[in-house]
């Protein structure tokens, strides 16, 4: 069974520009968390996509935004990024929203110059 | 105050030592994780606990829900356990709060 796919797993970018990043779920997980993680911050929760829609959102400005498709796949969107930005985008699948462990994909390494 | 803090921040063992990893919180969960994390970036799910304790080879993890504690204990430890060890806590759903790491060096 594959694992959790993200993509693309290098991303350079400047300040003021936009990026989409996308997670493909394990087959049949239905549940796509997004996190983020920086050496300042460590690992925070951006979001939670459960059939198509949003169920939980972290912390995070409204740049941040994201989606889920018919097939459980999920992309993240950040507009008009900034310095602070650059960190490791995790995502991480489950087959529901309960107690149940996640999935991590390795990661979107983005990088804003 | 973090919700979630773990102790130590970093350790360092001998090959073959019990090395103990704790984990304290301050709200009111649903469920516990205990994550691994190795050079490079991904991920591993190792424990989801909410009450009791799990075993998985060499692997021990424990939560005491009173006291708000958990501790992920390691035996017959080998430098290819050598990584970060995170601790985070679910308030609901998939809603992960997330511990700062333990970097743990196993040395042969």
């Known amino acids: 069974k594959a694992g959790v796919t993200q993509t693309p797993r290098y991303l350079i970018k400047t300040r003021g520009q936009q990026v989409t990043l996308s997670c493909s779920p394990i087959?049949?997980?239905?549940?796509v968390s997004w996190y983020q993680q920086t050496p300042g911050q460590g690992l925070q929760f951006l979001f939670e996509?459960?059939?198509?829609?949003?169920?939980n959102k972290g912390n995070f400005p409204g740049r941040f935004s994201g989606r889920q498709f018919s097939n459980s796949r999920s992309e993240m969107n950040v507009s008009t990024l900034e310095l602070g930005d650059s960190a490791l985008y995790l995502c991480?699948?489950?087959?529901?929203?309960?107690?149940?462990?996640?999935?991590f994909g390795d990661g979107t390494r983005l990088s804003i110059l | 105050k973090n919700e979630v803090e773990q102790s130590p921040q970093n350790l360092t063992a001998q090959e073959g030592e019990f090395i103990t990893i704790n984990c304290s919180y301050s709200?009111?969960?649903?469920?516990l994780h205990w994550l691994q994390q190795h050079p490079g970036g991904g991920i591993v799910s190792l424990f989801m606990?909410?009450?009791g304790k799990k075993k998985h080879g060499r692997l021990i993890a424990t939560i005491n829900i009173q006291e708000k504690h958990s501790s992920l204990h390691i035996t017959a430890s080998h430098p290819r356990d050598s990584a970060v060890y995170i601790c985070?806590?679910?308030?609901?759903?998939?809603?992960?709060?997330f511990g700062a790491g333990t970097i743990l060096r196993v040395k042969s």
């Open positions: 991480a699948s489950s087959p529901g929203t309960g107690n149940l462990p996640q999935h």
């Open positions: 087959s049949g997980h239905r549940s």
């Open positions: 996509y459960f059939s198509e829609t949003q169920r």
């Open positions: 709200v009111g969960i649903s469920a």
């Open positions: 606990l909410s009450s």
């Open positions: 985070a806590v679910a308030e609901y759903g998939n809603k992960l709060v």
